[in-house]
């Protein structure tokens, strides 16, 4: 076990909405090669056949209104180009601008859809994170579809067969949250949601277990600053643009289309200074910054196969006509993880480097807590018990003070 | 030496539209949130449904108490702290 390992005692994982790893970081492969990003020359065909190359033209806001779709039959055609369900189709990530069409019936409009930032001038907060940590080249989301299903993963280990976003019942009570697990075996865990107007996607938990598991996230910074931060963290962005107790304006900085992507930032940047600002915590804090799905946005990289996690959604379910195993991932989303045992300018390779990918899924995420926190004593799913630990990028050096950024949000 | 500090500009005024329609996600939450009220107040009924004349003994209204309480608490407003 690493010195870092070692020294390690919380894990926070920060998780955003809806945006693509090429549309977000895409644009770092010009300078580090490593990083599995854009060249220029991806494309897509649009509904007239005319062929759409990616643009680094993306805006923070106004630019993917209306939603870009990214439930199921959507991101199946996004992945295959096609509706048709025909036996031995390959995927080929040449179906997002047809697919937006379906939204915008604009074609100029659907070519949006293939717009990347300029990472480095655009997202500060999140490029400097990639550059300065580690970034996955190969992190998906656990399902080709929304957001509720994908979240579950990260909770559960599993979405227990659904792939939408309908009202989510736990089919299988012997699976239980990473935040149940974790109560149950004396430790301590955490779900802050932003505040009470825009609180969490993560609904079955207020249910049970209210008082151990939720708290808002000025309560985080308190813990932060305090020393009294949980074994493990997950926080939820603002997810609507609502008024403040004092009267001022709080804006949604969970990133989906089409809330500001610049407020985002500042948010990610907030989580990270409350980490990297009190020393203890920081040494001994491991913080993964994970966009939930891709939300519909372009990525070029074919999502792999994987383990299936036992169930099947019914061609009902899918609404593609055709049954889903869980066999395939989602589409591959922005993921950092950060802490200063992570040597500066880490590359984890995904797909493009065949003998040596590491792929990640949010059932990562459940499976490294309970591998970590208790040693993998849980009942879980075959799906969460197959997913790659994170933490193995901790290494014995632990990088100077000096030698860690902080960010200043400017007023 | 001190750690470098990287400035993250101000998000544009103009972002804030809470006014901008409900996308599919907080329809979707907004949905969730009344299943997880309807839990509660099936439990509330069941409470209040309750004849206060059954309650004969202690342990009765204890069992009572305790279940009122329980679900009194939820609603105190506490800070849900570590």
Request: proline residues 6%.
């Amino acid at each position: 076990m690493s010195v870092g390992l070692q020294n390690l005692k919380h894990i926070v994982v920060l998780m955003m909405e809806n945006r693509s790893f090429d549309h977000m970081l895409g644009s770092l492969m010009q300078k580090y090669p490593k990083i599995n990003g854009l060249t220029g020359n991806e494309s897509n065909p649009d509904t007239n056949g005319t062929i759409v190359k990616v643009q680094q033209k993306a805006e923070f806001q106004s630019q993917l209104d209306p939603d870009p779709d990214h439930h199921f039959p959507g991101v199946d055609l996004q992945i295959f180009g096609t509706t048709e369900q025909a036996a031995g189709r390959l995927p080929n990530m040449q179906g997002f601008v047809k697919d937006y069409f379906s939204q915008t019936k604009d074609v100029n409009r659907s070519h949006n859809i293939m717009y990347y930032f300029d990472s480095q001038k655009d997202l500060p907060v999140l490029s400097t994170l990639a550059t300065e940590y580690a970034v996955f080249n190969g992190w998906f989301s656990s399902i080709p579809g929304p957001t509720i299903c994908n979240r579950a993963f990260a909770h559960y280990g599993t979405s227990f067969g659904q792939v939408g976003m309908d009202i989510f019942y736990i089919l299988d009570n012997t699976i239980a949250s990473i935040y149940e697990r974790m109560i149950q075996a004396k430790r301590t865990a955490k779900i802050y949601y932003y505040d009470q107007p825009s609180s969490t996607m993560e609904i079955v938990n207020l249910l049970k277990n209210q008082p151990q598991i939720f708290a808002t996230f000025d309560q985080f910074i308190s813990d932060c600053s305090a020393n009294t931060l949980p074994d493990y963290s997950f926080v939820e962005p603002c997810y609507n643009d609502h008024p403040g107790a004092d009267g001022g304006q709080i804006l949604a900085s969970d990133q989906h289309p089409d809330h500001n992507v610049r407020e985002g930032e500042r948010f990610i940047g907030d989580v990270y200074n409350a980490i990297r600002k009190n020393p203890s915590l920081w040494q001994s804090t491991a913080l993964l910054v994970v966009y939930d799905e891709h939300g519909g946005i372009y990525d070029h990289v074919v999502p792999p196969a994987c383990t299936p996690d036992g169930y099947t959604a019914s061609a009902d379910a899918t609404g593609t006509g055709a049954p889903f195993a869980f066999d395939r991932l989602g589409i591959r989303v922005p993921a950092i993880l950060i802490s200063p045992w992570i040597p500066r300018g880490t590359v984890v390779p995904g797909t493009e480097s065949a003998g040596n990918a590491q792929i990640f899924e949010h059932a990562s995420i459940p499976g490294t807590v309970t591998n970590f926190f208790l040693n993998g004593d849980a009942k879980r799913t075959v799906r969460e018990q197959q997913a790659k630990s994170f933490l193995g990028l901790l290494t014995d050096q632990m990088r100077a003070d000096d030698d860690c950024v902080v960010f200043n949000n400017l007023q | 030496m001190a750690p470098k500090i990287v400035n993250v500009p101000k998000t544009d005024p103009r972002a804030y539209n809470p006014n901008r329609p409900a996308g599919t996600l907080l329809r979707s939450q907004a949905l969730h949130m009344r299943e997880a009220l309807t839990k509660h107040a099936q439990e509330l009924k069941a409470l209040l449904d309750i004849d206060m004349a059954s309650l004969k003994t202690e342990a009765d209204v204890s069992a009572y108490v305790h279940r009122s309480t329980a679900l009194l608490h939820r609603y105190a407003g506490k800070s849900a702290k570590k």
